[in-house]
């Protein structure tokens, strides 16, 4: 295998680096993160990524983390789903930067809290429901003007824009609020190789025991090492 991607089922991130792989037709193998049980933070872990977060993407000698960073190196390595010049690529890696920050950043904390830790609806998720609002209208805005985020073909902005984006339901999000997100998706997912993250990365669905631990049946307010951390 030349490419091997340290993902788990439930990353929003590793499916970023994941489908990419896949839509390019790359030779990669996952290699599963038991993340829901601290797989992430041991130190064999920690030596491949000091950051402790996934995804990994090992290529040979070449060690690479941050999805943003992995897209970037694997539109540079297939020549697909690149920029046409040096300003497109700035362009690129704003959205990019937008994603991590502005719409991954929230949309994932706002999924852990609900379908995994289970807090229930709390001054935290109303304030996180505002912050993903605000980043949806931005997407939607930008996709209802053009095919894809840059134009009229897919690039990695789309790839990295819409990793959490085909859980609405785990994230409590209605497409029918952002008709232009709805299609563009569509449009994503009917690239030829565009698989769903389930069927796509190892540990789906999460064993009973975990969901349990994570959010289940313990009090919304205890606290363990699982509590500040979110896929
Ligand atoms: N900006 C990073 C975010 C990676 C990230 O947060 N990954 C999650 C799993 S989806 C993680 O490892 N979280 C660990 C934590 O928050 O402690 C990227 O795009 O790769």
Redesign the pocket.
Same mark, same amino acid.
């Given at each position: 295998m030349k490419y091997k991607l340290h993902c788990f089922a439930q &990353? /929003? @991130? =590793?499916y !970023?680096a994941a489908l990419m792989l896949n839509l390019c037709q790359a030779d990669w193998e996952p290699v599963f993160v038991d993340?829901f049980n601290g797989a992430?933070l041991t130190d064999e872990f920690r030596a491949l990524n000091e950051m =402790?977060?996934?995804?990994v993407l090992e290529a040979g000698d070449l060690v690479l &983390?941050? &999805? /943003?960073v992995i897209l970037d190196y694997l539109a540079d390595s297939f020549e697909q789903f690149d920029a046409a010049s040096v300003p497109e690529h700035r362009e690129i890696l704003r959205w990019l930067m937008f994603d @991590?920050h502005k719409l991954?950043g929230s949309v &994932?904390t706002l999924r852990f809290m609900r379908t995994f830790a289970k807090t229930g609806e709390t001054d935290i998720t109303r304030f996180l429901q505002g912050r993903v609002d605000r980043a949806l209208s931005v997407l939607n805005n930008r996709v209802s003007e053009s095919e894809f985020v840059i134009g009229e073909k897919p690039t990695i902005a789309d790839i990295s824009l819409c990793g959490y984006l085909y859980w609405p339901e785990e994230i409590g999000v209605d497409w029918s609020a952002y008709e232009g997100i709805a299609q563009w998706l569509d449009r994503i997912a009917a690239l030829p190789g565009w698989v769903h993250p389930h069927e796509l990365m190892p540990g789906h669905p999460l064993p009973e025991a975990v969901t349990d631990a994570l959010g289940g049946s313990k009090p919304a307010a205890t606290t363990d090492k699982k509590d500040?951390? !979110? =896929?």
């Open positions: &990353s /929003g @991130n =590793a !970023k993340f992430h =402790a977060e996934v995804p &983390s941050q &999805s /943003g @991590n991954t &994932s500040d951390q !979110k =896929a």
